[in-house]
């Protein structure tokens, strides 16, 4: 029988012998991960609810990955790296955004089956968004203390809120390639948020006005405008499906719903690049 086996191993260019090879399974935990769909109520559409926050969560791990590998590339000087990362940042924004359709499919009547079991946990203690937030330069701390305690992860979230954004060490490019940065920039303390300046506005604006000169910079300038422009549209989508799903009902976080999420569409990430389009 297992010569058998073996023979037909061979014809199709399978194994079916793992006793002592790793599995598929084991080498991507498929057991944790399959088992953590824990719905708490009995209603069938539960199990979307959950798959697709965690789906959302992983791709959120991988975008954290490349963010913060193309930041320590960037500060190194080692652009054309950076902008792979990023464009793959790009990518998976693209990918996520399809997320809303699959969630779409969830009606009010459905959701409401559920959503008491929720109690007060929603996407606003996400501290993986939070984090991506940080990275790109948006700075606000209440999830630290939603995570007061979890130490561990409070320490990390602290490193990532008080470390330079994306756009920081892209300003630091600027002065790099000598344009006259404002020097408060160069050395600010990168927990407050960052408010534009028209130093930087100018420097964009001539790199913009002489991309062959200044192409590395332009480049960078047009990856980050990408992010900037998927998460808005991201940001967008989680909106009118969260209006399509509960209308202008509070939220389970505790925040005005629709009326929230509206408010942080106007949140600009990189402000002098978008100032600049109007004044090429
Ligand atoms: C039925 C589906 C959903 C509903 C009704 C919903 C509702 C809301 C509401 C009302 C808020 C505002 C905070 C609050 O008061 O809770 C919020 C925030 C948030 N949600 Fe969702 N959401 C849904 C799905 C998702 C999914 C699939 C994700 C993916 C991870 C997500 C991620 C977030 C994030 C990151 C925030 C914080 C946004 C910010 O502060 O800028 N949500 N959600």
């Given amino acids: 029988m297992s010569k058998h086996l073996s023979e037909m191993e061979k014809e199709r260019g399978i194994h079916t012998d793992f006793k ?13 991960i399959l088992s953590s769909q824990i719905c708490l109520s009995d209603h069938h559409d539960e199990m979307l609810f959950i798959i ?47 997320a809303w359709d699959v969630l779409s499919t969830l009606t009010p009547s459905e959701y409401m089956e559920f959503r008491d079991k929720l109690g007060q946990a929603s996407g606003f ?36 809120y008080e470390a330079p954004s994306i756009y920081d060490v892209a300003i630091k490019q600027l002065a790099k390639a000598g344009f006259d ?69 509070m939220g389970t976080g505790g925040s005005s719903g629709v009326t929230y999420l509206k408010k942080v569409l106007n949140h600009c990430f990189f402000p002098e690049l978008w100032n600049i389009r109007t004044k090429l």
């Fill in 20 to 32: 002592n090879r790793m599995t598929y399974g084991e080498y991507l935990k498929l057991d944790q």
């Fill in 52 to 98: 697709i926050h965690q789906v959302s969560e992983l791709w959120m791990k991988l975008i954290l990955h490349e963010l913060r590998a193309s930041i320590r590339q960037i500060e190194q000087d080692n652009l054309a790296p950076a902008f792979k990362m990023l464009a793959r940042v790009s990518k998976i924004q693209s990918q996520i955004i399809y």
């Fill in 125 to 160: 203690q996400s501290y993986q968004y939070r984090m991506i937030e940080f990275a790109l330069g948006y700075k606000s701390d209440h999830v630290l203390k939603i995570y007061e305690k979890a130490p561990e992860l409070l320490k990390e979230l602290k490193q990532a």
């Fill in 181 to 249: 940065i404002n020097s408060d920039l160069l050395e600010r303390d990168y927990s407050k948020p960052y408010k534009g300046d028209p130093t930087v506005e100018a420097a964009w604006l001539a790199v913009y006005q002489e991309v062959d000169k200044y192409w590395d910079l332009y480049q960078l300038a047009e990856k980050l405008i990408d992010i900037e422009d998927w998460i808005q549209q991201w940001r967008f989508r989680h909106m009118k499906t969260v209006e399509r799903i509960i209308g202008h009902k």
